[in-house]
């Protein structure tokens, strides 16, 4: 089975400027969790999804916002993107809302110029 | 609010030496308890979790993790390391039990960099 995948790879955007991250969850999996991670720190939570309905929400402003789509994938918007946004965004899926084990994909590798 | 500490933030070893990586956490009821591994350039993997029973849980590659809940730490150790365990550990905390979704608290990481 594949596991959780992400697109894009890397993305290069200016200050300002709107970004869609696309995550899809491992196959049979309902729940979505999104983090940043920025270099030398750990993954910081943002959203976490289940069964289309956000379930939680990080200590992030309102620039950021996600959805989750009846097929369980999922989207993370970014808007009005500032230099502190460069980070490295993680997709986790796990099979259920909780304490369920949660699998990461590859990320995407975002940079604000 | 929650967090977890990692004592180390960057362990160098010689090969076939032991290891251990510290991880307390400071939430005093039930947690679920994992550490993840992030070889370069990979994405996070699961090394091992903890959620109930034996304290001692034993995951991929040789290592293993001891839950001692009077110390709020969760440590991991490998007898004997191998050039391929060089990589960054992450210890995370999920309190689900405590009222959260379910999102994970991470600590800062440990660079483990070990001499062939």
């Known amino acids: 089975d594949a596991g959780v995948t992400q697109s894009p790879t890397h993305l290069i955007k200016t200050r300002g400027q709107h970004v869609t991250l696309r995550c899809s969850p491992i196959?049979?999996?309902?729940?979505v969790s999104w983090y940043q991670q920025v270099l030398g720190q750990g993954p910081q939570f943002i959203f976490q999804?289940?069964?289309?309905?956000?379930?939680g929400r990080g200590n992030f402003p309102d620039r950021f916002s996600a959805r989750q789509f009846p097929n369980y994938s999922s989207e993370l918007n970014v808007n009005a993107l500032l230099l502190g946004d460069s980070a490295l965004y993680l997709c986790a899926s796990s099979l259920e809302l909780g304490g369920d084990t949660q699998y990461f994909g590859p990320g995407t590798r975002l940079t604000v110029l | 609010a929650q967090s977890v500490s990692q004592h180390n933030h960057h362990v160098i070893l010689s090969e076939a030496a032991s290891l251990e990586l510290g991880c307390n956490y400071s939430?005093?009821?039930?947690?679920?308890l994992f550490w993840y591994v992030q070889y370069p350039g990979q994405h996070l993997q699961l090394l091992l979790k903890y959620f109930s029973g034996d304290p001692l849980v034993k995951g991929i590659k040789g290592f293993e993790a001891e839950f001692i809940k009077s110390k709020f730490s969760f440590n991991l150790r490998k007898p004997s390391v191998q050039w391929s365990d060089t990589a960054e550990y992450f210890c995370?905390?999920?309190?689900?039990?405590?009222?959260?979704?379910?999102?994970?608290?991470f600590g800062k990481g440990t660079k483990l960099s070990v001499k062939p």
């Open positions: 196959s049979g999996h309902k729940s």
């Open positions: 999804y289940y069964e289309k309905e956000e379930r």
């Open positions: 939430y005093g009821g039930t947690v679920n």
């Open positions: 995370a905390v999920n309190d689900y039990y405590g009222g959260s979704q379910g999102n994970l608290i």
